[in-house]
């Protein structure tokens, strides 16, 4: 991930993606961040992660996940839980689109860097910050966690961007596009020196 000298990238640790929901290799733009950002859960997870919470746990668990529900991602009018058919959501037959209002544990943290690409694939912060200390960071859906977001969206803006009094939602547009590479390199440490190998 693009120290804390001005004219260096900015190196910190990132979560990717697990077994099943790997990262993809994408070569993209940052165009923009967007503060104190809704989560927007994809449908699969809703269909296997909340859907089967709400029928386990009962409806309270959306309150207690901050989760909020409207019929698709562009509706600002509101479902009850109670007028959802769970059991037909967790088995596809039906839909809702959930998602997690900003701030407290949200699971974008404070903002998210935005790449558009065909995949919704975007870099962003999270609360979760222990997770950075495994060895094994193959934890995330997908999209790239950052140890420091903060810290690279001064490198991005060239000044502070991330601040608790942000609006929901709020996109702040960078004014040239940043170049974005994911890729996998494969490294073994040798005599205390990480070496570079092919995958395979």
């Not at 942000?166 to 005599?191: C, G, M, Q, Y």
Request: charged content about 25%.
């Amino acid at each position: 991930i693009p120290s804390t000298a001005a004219c260096t990238r900015p190196v910190m640790r990132v979560v990717v993606g697990k077994p099943g929901m790997e990262t993809p290799l994408l070569a993209g733009f940052i165009r923009y961040a967007v503060l104190n950002p809704y989560w927007n859960i994809p449908p699969d997870l809703v269909r296997h992660t909340v859907a089967p919470a709400v029928i386990r746990e009962g409806p309270g668990v959306l309150a207690q996940r901050r989760y909020v529900l409207s019929a698709d991602w562009r509706s600002t009018a509101r479902i009850e839980p109670a007028a959802v058919d769970w059991p037909a959501v967790a088995a596809g037959r039906s839909s809702v689109w959930v998602r997690q209002l900003p701030g407290g544990r949200n699971m974008m943290g404070a903002v998210k860097f935005m790449l558009p690409n065909e995949m919704g694939i975007y870099l962003h912060d999270t609360p979760d910050k222990s997770l950075f200390q495994r060895a094994d960071r193959h934890l995330s859906s997908g999209c790239v966690r950052l140890e420091d977001a903060a810290r690279l969206g001064r490198w991005l803006f060239g000044r502070e961007i991330v601040g608790s009094d942000a609006a929901p939602d709020r996109r702040v547009d960078l004014a040239e596009p940043v170049p974005v590479f994911v890729t996998r390199l494969a490294t073994r440490l040798e005599n205390g020196r990480v070496r570079f190998r092919r995958e395979g």
